[in-house]
């Protein structure tokens, strides 16, 4: 429970140790400590409701980080993978509707525009890892966009336990999957283009 908050210190320590000059620095750190926000927000007590909110806004601004560097940080030139494929899209876009509508009957007032507008942003993140394909190296895509699909996925668990029923084990997948998606990430942003 407690250790949450020390996932992202650990990712980022490990970022700062095996990067080069020509990783990106500071919005990968910016995406790495607006997670880290939102992990120690929703750790802390909240009898109004306060806390959770800053919790998702400070996961919404890691996602928006996140979605700049993917689209900042890959070969100029090039047309992304969506812009090839804009099919592609269909998929995810009906995954964050359904998600949003199995969600939207336990939530009130604030809440549904606020949770819409992150599941947007969460899922706009994973089609902008999508969309490096080809625009970085291979090993780079694959560990990113795996990480994304694990955040999406871990962040559906989380919802789903929140909003709807009490899964089992959801501590376990919750947590298990946000680490291994925050650290494929990193893993990924660190070979760029290998």
């Known amino acids: 429970y407690f250790s949450k908050p020390l996932i992202m210190i650990w ?3 490990c970022y700062l140790l095996c990067r080069s000059d020509r990783d990106p620095g500071f919005p990968v750190l910016l995406a790495f400590f607006f997670s880290w926000l939102g992990d120690l927000f929703l750790l802390l007590p909240d009898r109004n409701g306060i806390m959770f909110y800053l919790g998702v806004g400070g996961f919404f601004l890691a996602q928006l980080s996140y979605i700049f560097i993917f689209i900042r940080f890959s070969k ?9 494929k ?4 269909l998929p995810f876009l ?3 509707v359904g998600i949003y509508l199995l969600l939207l009957p336990a939530m009130e007032g604030i809440m549904k525009p606020i949770i819409a507008l992150y599941a947007l942003s969460l899922v706009g993140m994973s089609l902008a890892a999508l969309n490096r394909r080809g625009r970085v190296g291979r090993k780079s895509f694959r ?3 795996s990480g994304s699909l694990l955040f999406v996925f871990s962040d559906t668990m989380l ?3 929140t909003f709807v029923y009490d899964l089992p084990l959801s501590g376990l997948w919750i947590m298990s999957s946000y680490m291994a998606a925050q650290y494929l990430i990193m893993r990924g942003l660190l070979l760029g283009k290998a």
Not at 76 to 84: F, H, M, T
Not at 86 to 89: A, G, I, V, Y
């Open 11 to 13: 990712i980022a320590v």
């Open 76 to 84: 100029k030139g090039s047309r992304g993978l969506l812009a090839r």
């Open 86 to 89: 804009p099919l592609l899209f």
């Open 94 to 96: 009906l995954y964050g």
């Open 143 to 145: 560990l990113v966009f």
């Open 159 to 161: 919802a789903i336990n």
